[in-house]
């Protein structure tokens, strides 16, 4: 397959979809060029480029849109070799599909119950939530995990970019609601010490510095 020659992605600073296809890109040392969308006012062009969901992120190859951040962060892996994101292995690749669906489908979906609720709802939100970690963790050690600092290792893969970005995000809520604990290391000391790990690789650190200029813009 040929290089691609134009590479564009559309996202937003706050959204924590789009910084996980930045991290993928700057793992992989590809470069590109970056498009911050106004979510209040969604351009021609970027509906264009996604009229199904309308949502960030979405990224541009050679003019080809492609959707939704699991998605692209399968296709930058496919598309772009070294380092790998997912083993080898054909069964262990399962696994990874497997639970990078489930922080999408189960977890993703109980921060935004979280957010929005209060009192005793959010207290069962907060509950159903950290079943789900504590389900994410025990599956991870029982499938996947090898000795590391990361899901399979040295190197950061898919499950620790999701995982990775997800923690930043629960830090974030931890601050907002000093009330909640969401990052219980005695429940999933394993996640909590990817995200510990995560957290301090210069492509996380070097993406937040570039985002946070378009939130002061």
């Given at each position: 397959m040929a290089e691609p020659k134009e590479i564009k992605l559309f996202g937003?600073?706050?959204?924590?979809?789009?910084?996980?296809?930045?991290?993928?890109?700057?793992?992989?040392?590809?470069?590109?060029?970056?498009?911050?969308?106004?979510l209040k006012n969604k351009s021609e062009e970027f509906l264009r480029m996604n009229p199904v969901?309308?949502?960030?992120p979405v990224l541009v190859v050679d003019g080809k849109p492609i959707a939704e951040s699991l998605?692209?962060?399968?296709?930058?892996?496919?598309?772009?070799?070294?380092?790998?994101?997912?083993p080898q292995d054909v069964y262990l690749k399962s696994?990874?599909?497997?639970?990078?669906?489930?922080?999408?489908?189960?977890?993703?979906?109980?921060?935004?119950?979280?957010?929005?609720?209060?009192?005793?709802?959010?207290?069962?939100?907060?509950e159903e939530f950290l079943g789900y970690f504590k389900t994410l963790e025990d599956g991870i050690n029982k499938d996947?995990?090898?000795?590391?600092?990361?899901?399979?290792?040295?190197?950061?893969?898919?499950?620790?970019?999701?995982?990775g970005t997800l923690g930043a995000g629960l830090k974030y809520f931890e601050q907002a609601f000093p009330d909640l604990k969401l990052l219980d290391k005695e429940l999933v000391p394993l996640s909590c010490s990817i995200i510990d790990a995560?957290?301090?690789?210069?492509?996380?650190?070097?993406?937040?510095?570039?985002?946070?200029?378009?939130l002061h813009a």
């Open positions: 937003a600073a706050l959204s924590g979809y789009a910084t996980m296809v930045h991290h993928a890109f700057r793992l992989k040392g590809v470069s590109y060029d970056y498009v911050n969308v106004d969901h309308k949502k960030v998605v692209i962060l399968q296709y930058v892996d496919d598309t772009w070799k070294q380092p790998p994101f997912m696994k990874v599909r497997f639970w990078a669906d489930f922080i999408y489908q189960k977890m993703a979906p109980q921060t935004y119950a979280i957010r929005l609720s209060e009192g005793e709802a959010q207290k069962k939100a907060v996947i995990y090898v000795q590391g600092p990361f899901v399979h290792g040295q190197n950061p893969g898919i499950l620790d970019i999701i995982i995560y957290a301090e690789l210069d492509i996380v650190k070097d993406t937040a510095e570039m985002l946070s200029q378009y």
